[in-house]
């Protein structure tokens, strides 16, 4: 059983870098053909797709977003990681991080984590 788990700090600061880490358990981030992706959900709006970082470690990126993300691996500890620089109260969200790929889309989250941005 796969099992993701968002961490990082409820709180950061307008124009500080938001950064989370998605731990993975029950499967290898560097498997085959499934990629990891970052998504959030504003306060009353729909889910918004950042980005995924692929088994290989290819990374792409909402056209929105790009020029604020980054995601990264780190596969000693089966972990990803999501950065984003310069963030704003409209960042507010609950982030989740998931899987995807191998003919099942999204078939497995994160609990998700609530970051607000705020001074």
């Known amino acids: 059983q796969v099992q993701l788990q968002e961490s990082g700090p409820g709180l950061v600061k307008p124009s500080q870098t938001l950064s989370l880490t998605c731990t993975v358990s029950g499967g290898s981030i560097t498997t085959n053909l499934y990629y990891w992706s970052w998504i959030r959900q504003p306060p009353g709006k729909g889910l918004e797709w950042m980005g995924v970082?692929?088994?290989?470690?290819?990374?792409y990126y909402s056209p929105s977003l790009k020029s604020r993300t980054s995601i990264s691996r780190d596969t000693s500890k089966n972990q990803f990681t999501l950065q984003l620089t310069s963030v704003t109260p409209e960042d507010t969200a609950v982030y989740y991080c998931a899987r995807d790929g191998a003919g099942a889309a999204y078939d497995y989250w994160g609990q998700g984590t609530q970051v607000t941005v705020s001074s």
């Open positions: 970082i692929a088994y290989s470690g290819s990374t």
